[in-house]
C-alpha cells in the first residue's frame, strides 16, 4: 500500500507499436518501480466502509526494496501503536494492549488485515508481482481517458501465491497502475481494486487514492488514501526490527 500498499499490489499480445518493444514483464516492473523506489516513507488514511458504519483509520509506513517493511498504526486511539514487520517472507505484528509480538504464519496471508478488505499479503506484499508471475498482454483498454495495457499474471509453478489469476490496467504513457482484478483459483473474481486521484507526489505522478471492492459483498469497500509520500530516504536495516515495533512513532 503504500509503501504500505504499495500495498500496496502490482498484466493476446497487443497490437500497438509500444507493446512491440516492451514486453508485458516490462511494463510490469516500471510500475512497480515507480511505486516503490529503493526507499519509502509514507503517512496514509484508510477508510473501511460498511452497509451499516464506516470506521477511518491513520497510519505511517517504511519500506526498503523488496523485503522490507514495517506499518504503524496511529488512530483511532485504540489501535495506536499496532505494528506489522515484514522481513523478506517472515511477517510480524506488535499488540501492545497485550504486550505481545505475534509471529504470522503463511496461512494467515489471505486473512483480512485490521478488519478491511485487503488482506496480509496484499498490505505487506509477501508475494511478488515480477517475481511469482508469469506476464502475458491482453487486450488494450481506456480508463479515465488513459490508453493502458492489460497485463495478465498468472502464478509460476510453487510460488507463495494467494491468487488463482491478477488481471492489471497499466497506462501506456506513465506506468500508472489503474486497475487490478484478483481472481481465486476457480477462476472466479473476488476483489477489484481502482487507482484514482493521480497526482504528483513525491516527486512522481502516481494514485493516491485506492478503494478495494470485494465482488460478493455488496455496500463493502476499503479506501486507502496517501496523505504523504516520499521517496528514497536513507534507511538502515536495522530499523526493520521487532525491537524497533515497539518504540518506533
Not at 488513459?146 to 497506462?171: F, H, N, Q
Not at 486497475?179 to 484514482?196: C, I, W
Not at 478495494?212 to 536495522?238: C, Q, R, W
Request: with cysteine; charged share 30%; net charge neutral.
Amino acid at each position: 500500500m503504500s509503501p504500505l500498499f504499495s500495498f500496496i499490489i502490482l498484466f493476446a499480445l497487443s497490437s500497438t507499436s509500444h507493446s512491440q518493444t516492451l514486453t508485458a514483464t516490462e511494463v510490469i516492473t516500471k510500475a512497480e518501480d515507480k511505486v516503490r523506489g529503493n526507499s519509502n516513507r509514507a503517512e496514509i488514511k484508510m477508510t473501511i466502509v460498511r452497509p451499516t458504519w464506516k470506521r477511518e483509520m491513520t497510519m505511517k509506513s517504511w519500506a526498503k526494496g523488496d523485503d522490507l517493511a514495517l506499518i504503524l498504526v496511529t488512530a483511532p486511539a485504540r489501535d495506536n501503536g499496532v505494528a506489522y514487520l515484514k522481513r523478506s517472507k517472515e511477517l510480524w505484528n506488535w499488540q501492545p494492549s497485550i504486550d505481545r509480538i505475534i509471529k504470522l504464519p503463511p496461512s494467515m496471508m489471505l486473512q483480512s488485515w485490521m478488519g478491511s478488505d485487503f488482506t496480509n499479503d496484499d498490505l505487506v506484499k509477501e508475494s511478488s508481482a515480477v517475481k511469482d508471475y508469469t506476464h502475458e498482454f491482453g487486450k488494450d483498454s481506456v480508463i479515465d481517458g488513459r490508453e493502458c495495457y492489460k497485463i495478465i499474471l498468472t502464478p509460476k509453478p510453487d510460488a507463495p501465491v494467494v491468487w488463482g489469476k491478477i488481471y492489471s490496467w497499466i497506462s501506456k504513457k506513465d506506468f500508472l497502475q489503474l486497475r487490478v482484478e484478483f481472481y481465486d483459483e476457480d477462476g472466479a473474481l473476488v476483489n477489484t481494486m481502482v487507482g484514482t486521484n493521480i497526482r504528483e507526489i513525491g516527486g512522481r505522478l502516481l494514485p493516491t487514492k485506492l478503494e478495494m471492492n470485494p465482488a460478493d459483498k455488496e455496500g463493502h469497500k476499503t479506501v486507502v488514501e496517501y496523505l504523504s509520500l516520499n521517496f528514497d530516504e536513507p534507511i538502515g536495516d536495522d530499523f526493520f526490527t521487532e525491537q524497533n515495533m515497539k518504540r518506533v512513532k
